[in-house]
C-alpha cells in the first residue's frame, strides 16, 4: 500500500515537472518564488479548490465546468494537431479528418455548456437562444464532410495552434 501511494506521489511529481505540460511554467515560477517543491503547491491549490467547491457558492458550478473541460480541451486539441500531418489551407474544410472533426465537437460542446453555466441568467432574455444553441450543435455534428465542427477547426483551432509554426 505505502509502496502505492509513493509511486502514485512519483507520477504526480514527473506530471508536474513536465517540461511539455501547459502548467510547468507557473510551477516553475511558484516554486522558485516560494521556495516550496511543487507537489506541496499542487496539493494546496487541490486543497483550496475543494475547500472552494465544498459549500456550493455561486460560482461553485463554473470552477467545476472549467476544471472538468479545460485541460482535456487542451490536451485534445493538442493531440489533433500532434496526429494531423500538414493539412492545406483553412478553406479546404473537406481536408479535415472525421476523428478531428468529432474532438473538435466535444470541445465545443463543452465550452457552450461552461458559457451557458456563466451567462445563464443573462442568455435566458435572449430571443431563440435553444434554437440557435440546437442547430449550430446540429450543423457541428452533421454527417458530412464539411460539417460545423469542421469549419471550426479550419478556421480557428488550425489556425490558433499552428500560429507558433509560421
Same mark, same amino acid.
Given at each position: 500500500?505505502?509502496?502505492?501511494? #509513493?509511486? /502514485?506521489?512519483?507520477?504526480?511529481? &514527473? ?18 518564488? #516560494? +521556495?516550496? !517543491? ?8 487541490? @486543497? &483550496? /479548490?475543494? $475547500? ?16 472538468? %473541460?479545460?485541460?482535456? *480541451?487542451? &490536451? /485534445? ?16 474544410? !473537406? ?13 465545443? %460542446?463543452?465550452?457552450?455548456?461552461? =458559457?451557458?453555466? $456563466? @451567462?445563464? +441568467?443573462?442568455?435566458?432574455? =435572449? ?12 450543423? @457541428?455534428? *452533421? ?8 469549419? =471550426?477547426? *479550419? ?12
Amino acid at each position: 500500500m505505502a509502496a502505492n501511494n #509513493t509511486s /502514485t506521489l512519483n507520477d504526480i511529481d &514527473a506530471a508536474l515537472r513536465a517540461i511539455s505540460r501547459p502548467w510547468n511554467g507557473l510551477f516553475s515560477w511558484a516554486e522558485d518564488r #516560494t +521556495g516550496i !517543491s511543487r507537489l506541496k503547491l499542487f496539493f494546496g491549490v487541490v @486543497c &483550496a /479548490t475543494c $475547500m472552494f467547491l465544498i459549500p456550493g457558492s455561486l460560482y461553485s458550478a463554473l470552477v467545476s465546468d472549467l476544471l472538468g %473541460f479545460a485541460y482535456p *480541451a487542451y &490536451a /485534445t486539441t493538442a493531440l489533433m494537431m500532434r496526429t494531423v500531418e500538414k493539412l492545406p489551407a483553412a478553406d479546404h474544410r !473537406s481536408s479535415v479528418s472525421p476523428d478531428n472533426r468529432w474532438f473538435t465537437y466535444w470541445v465545443l %460542446f463543452a465550452v457552450a455548456l461552461t =458559457v451557458q453555466q $456563466m @451567462c445563464g +441568467g443573462f442568455l435566458r432574455y =435572449v430571443p431563440l437562444i435553444f434554437l440557435i444553441k440546437t442547430a449550430f450543435f446540429m450543423w @457541428c455534428a *452533421a454527417p458530412m464532410e464539411a460539417n460545423g465542427a469542421a469549419y =471550426v477547426y *479550419a478556421v480557428v483551432v488550425r489556425r490558433y495552434f499552428n500560429a507558433d509554426k509560421r
